[in-house]
């Protein structure tokens, strides 16, 4: 099997792709999802099952606002509630493309999900370290593109996806316009601490996602921090209470169903989040294990600060292959690195099912 050629292709020439389940249904063996391998949270999943779904849940779902103000120690206001991440993606680049017309600024590895929203939305997508002349560092590149056509959104994460690595914060330039931090995986970090400063996250729209942390991907809800109305360092170039009042004006009705509802409000709760902080012990464990027993087969493995991490094997095998023996893993050509696979940490009984599904797949013919 020869391996397939390595060289950058740019997210916005993707499809959206996404892990998870197929037209076959679930893996059963999932690595190609960031859920949390210890889970589902026991405190969580609890109240998603005692969720109330024969009734309407409150449209502006305030015990949640409330409950998460009090978990990030903001107002409510700055809570903007969302049916789900990507929801949230493609609502805020319709918006602030309407209100501060221009491109859309994407890391160079990213989430295809960004690129996708901005094409649907008629915007430009300059991906970071492709613009510009030879020799320019990735920011001078970015910025001599956005240049030519401003970019009005930018986007950052912390940690990264796919590579999970810490994430730089933005320059005090990049805030002029509206910017989001992707934070979703904040809390999977297993090690080290974030770069970004308390007055940086002020600064930008903060996204969380907590079901990946909670094990309970299926339950759709997500929720963005606002910018402060005075980020406190005077850079702010643009009317933030406007852009926060045309994002809650474009939520749909009932953003969040009664399940998503319950889940956001246990995930303020403290004991919820003690079990994701104990949960980092036993996936540090497992990601050990897993990337030792790749590099033995020969797979170049990425260092990562994260339960997942890229591999790339030493002699390509197509996932469909794997898929065939009930293992899923997440090609990550979408997120412009062909040639690589995303894997998360699995308990050994799943490690176990992945090293003989590659044994298969290997010898296969082809």
Known sequence: MSHPATSHTSPHAQQRVHGGADARGAARWDFSTCANAAGPCPTALAAVQAADATRYPDPAARAVRQALAALHGVEPERILLAASASEFIQRI????????PGAVQVPRWAYGDYAVAAAAWGRACHVEGEQGAEGASGEERVGSACRRQPCTLRWYADPTSPMGLDGDPPDVDARRFPAVLDAVYAPLRLQGTSAWTASGRDAVFVLHSPNKALGLTGVRGA???????DSGDGVAGYDVTACRKALQAAAPSWPLSAH???MLRAWALPETQAWVADSHAVLAGWKSDLLRRLSARGFEVRASVTPYAVVRPRIWVEPALLREHEVGVRDTSSFGLPGWWRVSVQAPAAQDAFMHALDLAERRPG
């Open 93 to 100: 680049t319709a918006v602030t493309g309407r209100l501060w």
């Open 223 to 229: 929720y963005a921090v606002a910018p402060a109305h």
């Open 260 to 262: 998503a509802d319950a």
